[in-house]
């Protein structure tokens, strides 16, 4: 039985979560004013966006893990006795992560290596790192794991709004835009994580609120019926996802539902006053 090593990016917030310790994680950098900050280790989510409320026009950027991190980390694994590594990346429509994980894979000629297009994002991929790491402890085959995460990755989903769409524009990370750039800064549209792992547009909404309520209204109708994890995603704005919370518990009946902050790499790109709503399947 090969002994399996689990890895997977700080994109995922998992850094934010209670883990196992054995899943590796590496992190993308935020560089802020022209000084570099690794993800979660220099700079966590309220300082971030503290920054942000206080300078919105802040220069900032951000950068993949590059492949010599990522072969270093591997051989790392290496060296602690693991054969085999799964390694679960952020979806490699919103970064090159996923690209420079496969090429450091491509340098360890002797070591299976199984790169994971999570095609997502925060809580859907880090749930897929703690799902892998927990059959790789119950000696589970690589070719198991890999199919309970494709599993996951088509049976979850995340609905986003945003104050303002100028990060998403600037960074280059949304897509479906075209016919309403020279209005859509003044838009407060529903967006989405699709399938395929791409930041789009359902509908252009004039308000906020009109925005999150229909947002709530289409995700109280897709997970009718469904054995689902729900989860909130939060930036500056963790009081008025408690409310949001409490009026997904009376509505739903669940009460085991998870709040978890945008990691300043991602916020970088959504902004402060972002807000996601979404699920996970259960198998």
Same mark, same amino acid.
């Given at each position: 039985m090969q002994k399996i090593g689990i890895a997977v990016c700080g994109n995922s917030g998992i850094d934010y979560a209670m883990h196992d310790s054995k899943i590796r994680i590496f992190r993308s950098v935020l560089v802020m004013k022209g000084k570099e900050y690794e993800d979660f280790v220099d700079i966590d989510a309220d300082e971030f966006y503290d920054q942000l409320v206080k300078d919105p026009d802040? #220069? /900032?950027?951000? %950068? !993949?893990?590059?492949?010599?991190? /990522?072969? %270093?980390?591997?051989?790392?694994?290496?060296?602690?006795g693991f054969e085999e590594l799964i390694v679960i990346t952020i979806s490699s429509h919103l970064s090159g992560t996923y690209q420079n994980a496969v090429l450091a894979a491509k340098m360890m000629e002797d070591m299976p290596i199984h790169v994971f297009d999570s095609r997502t994002v925060s809580?859907?991929?880090?749930?897929? @790192?703690?799902? %892998? !790491? !927990?059959? @790789?402890?119950?000696?589970?085959? @690589?070719?198991?794991? *890999?199919? %309970? *995460?494709? =599993? =996951?990755? #088509?049976?979850?989903? /995340?609905?986003?709004?945003? #104050?303002? *769409?100028?990060?998403?524009?600037?960074?280059?990370?949304?897509?479906?835009?075209?016919? =309403?750039?020279?209005?859509?800064?003044?838009?407060?549209?529903l967006l989405e994580i699709s399938k395929e792992g791409k930041v789009i547009t359902l509908d252009k909404i004039r308000t906020t609120q009109k925005a999150r309520q229909e947002m709530l209204d289409r995700f109280l109708k897709e997970i009718a019926g469904k054995n689902a994890e729900i989860f909130l995603i939060y930036t500056n704005n963790f009081d008025e996802m408690l409310e949001l919370k409490a009026e997904l518990?009376?509505?739903?009946? !669940?009460?085991?539902?998870?709040?978890?902050? *945008?990691?300043?790499?991602v916020g970088c790109h959504a902004g402060p006053g972002t807000m996601g709503l979404g699920y996970v399947a259960n198998r």
């Amino acid at each position: 039985m090969q002994k399996i090593g689990i890895a997977v990016c700080g994109n995922s917030g998992i850094d934010y979560a209670m883990h196992d310790s054995k899943i590796r994680i590496f992190r993308s950098v935020l560089v802020m004013k022209g000084k570099e900050y690794e993800d979660f280790v220099d700079i966590d989510a309220d300082e971030f966006y503290d920054q942000l409320v206080k300078d919105p026009d802040i #220069d /900032i950027h951000t %950068a !993949q893990t590059s492949t010599g991190v /990522i072969h %270093a980390m591997y051989e790392e694994m290496q060296k602690e006795g693991f054969e085999e590594l799964i390694v679960i990346t952020i979806s490699s429509h919103l970064s090159g992560t996923y690209q420079n994980a496969v090429l450091a894979a491509k340098m360890m000629e002797d070591m299976p290596i199984h790169v994971f297009d999570s095609r997502t994002v925060s809580y859907p991929e880090a749930k897929m @790192a703690h799902i %892998a !790491q !927990q059959m @790789a402890k119950e000696g589970k085959s @690589a070719r198991e794991i *890999l199919e %309970a *995460l494709e =599993f =996951f990755r #088509d049976n979850h989903h /995340i609905y986003v709004t945003v #104050d303002t *769409l100028k990060y998403l524009v600037k960074n280059g990370r949304l897509s479906g835009a075209a016919g =309403f750039l020279g209005t859509m800064l003044k838009l407060k549209p529903l967006l989405e994580i699709s399938k395929e792992g791409k930041v789009i547009t359902l509908d252009k909404i004039r308000t906020t609120q009109k925005a999150r309520q229909e947002m709530l209204d289409r995700f109280l109708k897709e997970i009718a019926g469904k054995n689902a994890e729900i989860f909130l995603i939060y930036t500056n704005n963790f009081d008025e996802m408690l409310e949001l919370k409490a009026e997904l518990i009376a509505k739903t009946g !669940q009460k085991d539902i998870r709040m978890v902050p *945008l990691t300043p790499v991602v916020g970088c790109h959504a902004g402060p006053g972002t807000m996601g709503l979404g699920y996970v399947a259960n198998r």
